[in-house]
């Protein structure tokens, strides 16, 4: 990590009370007592506004605007004052909603007393985002602030999340983040080793992190007490603190009576010294001691009730996100094989509507019911544009694929979204689905078995199940043939069977128990492995669940109190392709349909379930039991993975869960189980449970009670569905490759009708190839820049150092080598000018700073177009004479791939090698006042086309909420009573 040194200053005893400049204080003497002028106090004026919550994102649109303005007041008024802001979006509302308020917020950063810290465009939940959103947040925000005011933040800031992934300090380090600030969880919740401390991920990457004392905020009066009960809980003897104080939530910021308090206090001189501050001046007091404390780890846990609650918006993400990566992919080998323009506009304004809606009360599901319809259409909008994208750039690429004409045939297309090859099910309906064959490219026949479709009626047309196997990133004409299956591929003949409550196919043997509807059996027949105990549990658990909408308090949900009981079970599903067990169970007024799937040949069973569910204040949980002892367990995080402890303590993780550990008799084996939508797990011994739903109220926070007599909406009400699947694996869970099996659960292969017609393309290709190792590629995109180069990122999967080999056939054949540290993240990019080499860039798609070390110092070229290694693209000598990329002014490296002994993770592009790779920086404008009228204008990412930007002056207060006081002489207080939620979410 590279460290700015802390400035030296003359004594300033001398100076007015109140008026310390930020970052100037005294070097720290020796211990200082508890209330020893020696001691700084840095005060942070802030005001955290949610823009969502109990209210919707208009109300949180104005209280943006009023705040700011109240913030630029305060800033005109007292001298001294410095103000902090930390959600970058906010400034895009402003800009666009009020181009003079921003024009002065421009000037105040210029002047250096706005702060603009995060980084990120909102503060979104910091558990269920994909690591890929999370490095859009702060590819958007960053770039924004390095466009607007010509310098990116240094500090990231997420204060009220309720809890941080361990894989945070590589994210923020690569995206130019040196620190961090946070509020939860708090001391009660996770002991941490000292009030800040070197946060530290799994690759070894490092942020200094700060834990707030108390609250990231403060009442509209004399902030005394407020300060009184940080200094409570902070170390008492620590030279150099830091305190957020101004009316926040419902917005506010730093108020008069703040200030004048401010200036009272510290004339009085029984409170350290007192410097109106920011973060950044903070950490640069502290972040060069020796000794600082290393944390390594997640920061957890706050409200696990959160990891569940609203089940749809935490549909809607996951669909968002890979949709969205899916689109980026294939818009990238449109460009390149068919010359498609690439979508930059609407993937841009798709993730802005992603990022808004991962704002922590919204995907955490703690807002108002209504807040979840403007949600529901957010993320609606997303997911047709990345659709449209996604559409557009697949028929573009098979209307150029060479498919000659074959009388009574159709063909269909199948694509991979994957840079690897795909075995899967491919599922499409069809016009003469009842009457039809399957062959592949080459002619080979394919088994085909009709399943049931979506419609209900007479007639040929109906949906077909078959075994697909495509290449990388890549696509596979197969042809729809006429006739009937041959009497091999009928389903008594096939090599999957179904008979009573048991599926079976070469590799797995399950049996579902008719009287509990849990498994009884789960054999591998290839190792003779029994993963089922001999007694196990109830599967659908419902658990009574008093807790609010954050689950406050609550460290497990295991407080059963019934299960479902199964109705009726019985075969759905029987063929040459798979087959399928249907069980239908009941509790109270709710009812399960689980419908079990296996296929031919494979080594994992799908669950496909469907719950509608009708009880209040309880919580459903759908366990898996296994036979092991002495297990691991395991969670996938964003861009990762971490071992906890299996004590039944509810966890967030992202799309699998593993447990792995030993079976009587001695054999190691263990079970993944991957999810297409959930968040909520728990591990105890051998057992993992999967949150399905949560009922409580919507928005209910304690220490409010329900009124038994009263009236509520509940959450999770009615039907819903998602899927699941199981995974059994030998003694080591990497076996089974659950980050590749649950990418592809959660990125479908696409199938897609097509014609006759000549081209280029071959009917079998591929596009974009990772090798199939621990690295997996996530990421193909068009650079932010709009130039035609090409984004690549890929991270280490398995948790060991591993070489990766990124081929890119539709890219002229160009191969990415380079060495990846265990759970490392690495972003490349490959210019659209062949002579020119492919570089490693930060997360913001900015050049690397230079670094030491041998193999991999910079990055090269590769193709059919670079010279031999060490020499550039024409051959001609090492490198070229191109200036090396320079990095904004205000911004520092942030420690981009180091680790703790200040060792930098190389990479290497095979072909000529760069000493000084070069990379286009982000477009810096000089700063500008915003455009105003004719303009299209968004709000949160959205483009509106031709009726004006939306939210506009217009405010609504739904339920009654309190709208925003105005106090003597015009200054904003905040809306809530008290202007704080004190101990809150």
Not at 169 to 174: A, I, V
Not at 351 to 370: C, E, M, P, Y
Not at 757 to 770: M, T
């Amino acid at each position: 990590m590279t460290h700015r040194k802390p400035q030296s200053r003359p004594d300033a005893d001398d100076r007015p009370a109140g008026t310390a400049p930020a970052g100037t204080v005294p070097p720290s003497r020796g211990v200082p007592a508890p209330g020893s002028r020696d001691r700084t106090l840095h005060l942070v004026g802030n005001a955290h506004i949610d823009p969502v919550w109990l209210w919707r994102w208009p109300e949180g649109l104005q209280e943006v605007r009023a705040t700011f303005r109240s913030a630029a007041d305060r800033l005109e008024e007292y001298p001294e004052a410095v103000f902090t802001c930390d959600s970058v979006m906010y400034l895009e509302w402003v800009e666009r909603h009020d181009p003079q308020l921003f024009e002065t917020i421009r000037k105040r950063v210029a002047e250096g007393r706005w702060k603009n810290i995060g980084g990120w465009w909102i503060e979104p939940d910091c558990n269920i985002p994909s690591g890929e959103s999370f490095v859009r947040q702060a590819l958007y925000g960053q770039r924004y602030l390095l466009e607007k005011f010509g310098a990116a933040a240094t500090v990231g800031s997420n204060l009220d999340p309720f809890g941080h992934n361990a894989m945070l300090p590589q994210l923020l380090s690569k995206s130019g983040l040196e620190g961090y600030v946070f509020l939860r969880p708090g001391p009660h919740e996770q002991a941490l080793p000292g009030q800040f401390f070197h946060w530290q991920s799994p690759d070894g990457s490092r942020v200094i992190a700060y834990r707030l004392p108390h609250e990231y905020g403060s009442a509209g009066q004399d902030i005394g007490g407020h300060l009184d009960k940080a200094l409570a809980v902070m170390p008492p003897d620590e030279p150099e603190l830091m305190v957020f104080y101004g009316v926040g939530n419902h917005g506010g910021g730093p108020t008069k009576a703040n200030l004048d308090s401010v200036r009272r206090l510290e004339a009085l001189g029984g409170l350290p010294r007192l410097t109106l501050s920011h973060p950044e001046a903070f950490l640069a007091r502290v972040r060069d001691r020796a000794d600082i404390p290393v944390h390594a780890g997640e920061l957890q846990h706050h409200g696990p009730g959160c990891y569940s609650a609203h089940s749809g918006i935490k549909a809607w993400n996951r669909r968002a996100e890979n949709e969205l990566q899916r689109a980026e992919k294939w818009a990238v080998v449109a460009a390149a094989v068919a010359g498609e323009e690439q979508p930059l506009r609407e993937l841009t304004e798709a993730w802005k509507l992603v990022l808004f809606n991962q704002f922590h009360d919204i995907l955490a599901g703690t807002s108002i019911r209504s807040a979840y319809e403007d949600a529901r259409d957010d993320y609606g909008r997303a997911r047709s544009l990345a659709a449209d994208v996604f559409n557009r750039s697949v028929q573009a690429v098979a209307r150029r694929i060479d498919i000659p004409l074959r009388e009574e045939t159709m063909p269909l297309v199948v694509f991979n979204p994957h840079p690897w090859e795909l075995h899967t099910d491919v599922e499409a309906e069809y016009g003469r689905a009842a009457v039809s064959r399957l062959a592949d490219d080459e002619g080979t026949p394919v088994p085909l078995q009709r399943i049931r479709s979506e419609a209900t009626l007479n007639g040929s047309r109906g949906r077909v199940a078959f075994r697909a196997a495509v290449p990388p990133l890549g696509h596979r004409v197969y042809h729809l043939l006429p006739g009937t299956a041959a009497p091999g591929d009928r389903p008594e003949t096939g090599p999957v069977a179904a008979a009573g409550t048991t599926l079976e196919n070469e590799h797995l043997r399950l049996t579902v128990d008719p009287g509990t509807g849990r498994l009884g059996s789960l054999l591998d027949k290839d190792t003779g492995a029994e993963l089922m105990p001999e007694r196990p549990g109830p599967h659908a658990v419902v658990v009574d669940d008093p807790s609010d909408t954050w689950g406050h308090r609550i460290r497990a949900y295991d407080k059963a109190v019934g299960s479902f009981r199964p109705r009726r079970i019985r075969v759905t599903e029987q063929g040459p392709v798979r087959a399928a067990l249907r069980v239908e169970s009941a509790y109270g007024r709710s009812t399960l349909v689980e419908e079990f799937l296996l296929s031919a040949g494979s080594r994992q069973v799908e669950i496909r379930v469907t719950v509608d569910w009708h009880e209040q204040l309880k919580l459903l949980k759908l366990r898996f039991p296994t036979a092991l002892t002495g297990t691991t367990a395991t969670h996938e995080i964003p861009y990762g993975h971490l071992e906890r402890t299996p004590d039944g303590t509810e966890e967030p993780a992202q799309a699998w869960v593993d447990v792995t550990g030993t079976l009587p008799g001695g054999r190691p084996a263990g079970l993944t189980v991957v999810n297409d939508s959930k968040y909520g797990h728990d591990v105890t011994g051998g057992d993992i449970g999967v949150t399905a739903l949560r009922s409580p109220a919507y928005a209910w926070h304690e220490p409010h009670q329900l009124d038994p007599d009263g009236i509520y909406d509940y959450l999770d009400q009615g039907r819903q569905d998602f899927r699941l699947l199981l995974l059994p694996h030998g003694g080591d869970w990497r076996a089974a490759d659950p980050v590749r099996r649950a990418a592809e659960f959660n990125q479908p292969a696409f199938a897609l009708l097509e014609t006759f017609h000549d081209g280029p393309l071959a009917q079998r290709a591929s596009h974009a190839d990772d090798g199939g190792s621990s690295v997996l590629v996530t990421v193909l995109k068009g650079d932010e820049d709009g130039g035609g180069d090409v984004v690549v990122r890929a991270y280490e999967s398995a948790g060991r150092p591993a070489r990766a080999r990124i081929a890119l056939p539709a890219l002229g054949g160009r191969v990415i080598e380079s060495e990846f540290g265990p759970c490392e993240i690495k972003t490349f990019r490959v210019p659209a000018d062949a002579r020119r080499p492919v570089v490693e860039t930060d997360l913001l798609e900015r050049a690397r700073p230079e670094r030491s070390g041998a193999e991999g110092t910079g990055a090269g070229a590769s193709g059919p177009e670079g010279g031999p290694e060490g020499t550039g693209p024409d051959g001609s000598g090492p490198g070229d004479s191109r200036p090396s990329a320079t990095r904004p002014e205000g911004t520092r490296p942030g420690g981009t791939g180091t680790r703790p002994d200040g060792r930098a993770s190389n990479g290497r592009v095979t072909g000529a090698t760069d000493p000084e790779p070069t990379v286009p920086e982000p477009r810096v404008p000089e700063p500008r006042v915003p455009e105003q009228a004719g303009r299209k204008r968004a709000d949160r990412g959205r483009t509106v086309r031709g009726k004006g930007a939306r939210g506009g002056a217009a405010r609504e207060t739904p339920g009654g909420e309190t709208p925003a006081a105005e106090a003597p002489g015009g200054e904003r207080t905040g809306g809530t009573p008290g202007g704080e939620r004190t101990g809150g979410a």
